[in-house]
């Protein structure tokens, strides 16, 4: 027995739009993040607010206020649970994705899951001399999930991506691993390597606008179906 249809690893853009839309249609998810505190966080504001989806729906210049307004659009949906759990793994069977596992020791079995994990595998900091590859204060960058995808044999290639400097932070570059390009279907978001695993976002595109990451976890919660094909 599942404990929801769909697992969504991460809740920045790509992830929380997929968890948003997959509620929406009534389905059950769990969107699992490594910090509650960086829902729908951004390094940078966005502008203007993009035409549907989550972030239409909760738009802020204010990059803490959209961070705010998501979390709680977010918990108010009613078959969505949000919770905060490190993944470092998946449980599969069948030839197909059937859960995930955490760091905490507890496992989730589910008929589909979405990796939204942004830049967090292999990631790595670099600020003028410091280089750091613990994580976003709070969020610990375990290896363990990069290293359990690299055991099932994905391949993967890197990226790395410039954040501007601005009020008086330093600029920063944030290198980091992506899926390669022959591992995800494109039309699909699917992973062909396991049926019924996801990518979305900057682990599956690699740096792109936060609208375009947002819009490609929207685009995969309006369509996936649990336990189908892809
Ligand atoms: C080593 C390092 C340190 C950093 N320190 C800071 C900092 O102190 N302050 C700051 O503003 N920025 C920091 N950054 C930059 C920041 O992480 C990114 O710039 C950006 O905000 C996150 O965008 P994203 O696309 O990677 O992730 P998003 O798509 O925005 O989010 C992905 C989400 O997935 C979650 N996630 C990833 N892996 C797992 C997993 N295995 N299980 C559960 N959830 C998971 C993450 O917690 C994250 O919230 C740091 C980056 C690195 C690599």
Redesign the pocket.
Known sequence: MNDCDVIV???????SEAAWALARRGLRVGL????LD??Y???TPVDSPPRGGLLARVWSADTWELHRRAKYALEAEETLRLFQ????GLLHGGGRVTGVK?WEGFSYRAGAVVL??????G???RAGALE??????G?A??P??YEHLRGLGFAFEPDSYL?PESDGAPA?T?S?QRFAPGEREEASGGLLRLPGLYAV??VALGHTPAPV?AASGRALGEVLVPGGSG
């Open positions: 690893v991460g809740a920045g853009p790509s992830g699992v993040t490594d910090s960086s829902v966080r951004l390094e759990s490190s993944v470092t955490t939204a994990v942004g830049s967090f595998l990631a790595v900091l750091e590859a613990a994580g976003r204060l969020e960058a375990y363990d999930l954040v920063y944030v980091f976002g900057r990451r």
